[in-house]
């Protein structure tokens, strides 16, 4: 069974710094792009980032660039999160998926979606 | 960035109803277009792929139709299970966007 286990939420003040993990087991982790997607409370789902299954391609939401990076170890079959210069509108449940989109001379024209999930993992940037 | 609208943003139901969502983009993206489901705290769900494609395990009174602009999500027969929200998203370009969600209800 194809399963994602995010960690690594918490509290952290403003400014901070969190690093969050991904699990996966169930598939072949390195075939697969993984994406992150958050969802602040009572709100909907914001894409956040994405990494090819290589690890060498990354793409960032404008509201983080700069601040988060993606990467993946794929010897441990985990894909992570650093989250730095953490705002107060970062609060969110943090999702890691599988897919979202794939790399071929651009971020484009990916047909299949997320299809596996994690259960989530909950930030909450507050001084 | 591609935003994506959707209609109506919450919709009362009773069971047995038919229920349809719809979803726009402000640009064409072909056919990249994914609908989730939603629970309470809970993880999206995959129900529809590349606009009408039914995802492994759903049931097929969830349907999805549409091309270019404007995609619709249709329930044929509303079950107690299928109150949750909605979301399109596209993957035409990055950065993916999603729609703000349709919150179904029961009536």
């Known amino acids: 069974e194809e399963q994602l286990l995010e960690s690594g939420g918490g509290l952290v003040q403003p400014g901070g710094s969190l690093r969050l993990s991904c699990a996966a087991s169930?598939?072949?982790?390195?075939?697969?792009?993984m994406s992150w997607v958050r969802q602040a409370p009572g709100k909907g789902l914001e894409w956040v980032s994405v990494?090819?299954?290589?690890?060498?391609?990354?793409y960032y939401a404008d509201s983080v660039r700069g601040r988060f990076t993606i990467s993946r170890d794929n010897s441990k079959n985990t894909l992570y999160l650093q989250m730095n210069t953490l705002r107060a509108e970062d609060t969110a449940v943090y999702f890691c998926?599988?897919?979202?989109?794939?790399?071929?001379?651009?971020?484009?024209?990916?047909?299949?979606?997320?299809?596996?999930w994690g259960q989530g993992t909950t930030v909450t940037v507050s001084s | 960035d591609i935003q994506m609208t959707q209609s109506p943003s919450s919709l009362s139901a009773s069971v047995g109803d038919r229920v349809t969502i719809t979803c726009r983009a402000s640009?064409?993206?072909?056919?990249?277009l994914t609908w989730y489901q939603q629970k309470p705290g809970k993880a999206p769900k995959l129900l529809i792929y590349?606009?009408?494609g039914l995802q492994s395990g759903v049931p097929s009174r969830f349907r999805g139709s549409g091309s270019g602009t404007d995609f619709t999500l249709t329930i044929s027969s509303l079950q107690p299970e299928d109150f949750a929200t909605y979301y399109c998203q596209q993957s035409y370009t990055a950065p993916l966007t999603f729609g703000q969600g349709t919150k179904v209800e029961i009536k």
């Open positions: 998926a599988t897919g979202g989109a794939s790399y071929n001379s651009g971020w484009a024209n990916y047909y299949y979606g997320m299809e596996v």
């Open positions: 169930g598939f072949t982790f390195s075939s697969s792009a």
């Open positions: 990494i090819s299954g290589g690890g060498g391609r990354t």
């Open positions: 640009q064409s993206i072909s056919s990249y």
């Open positions: 590349a606009a009408s």
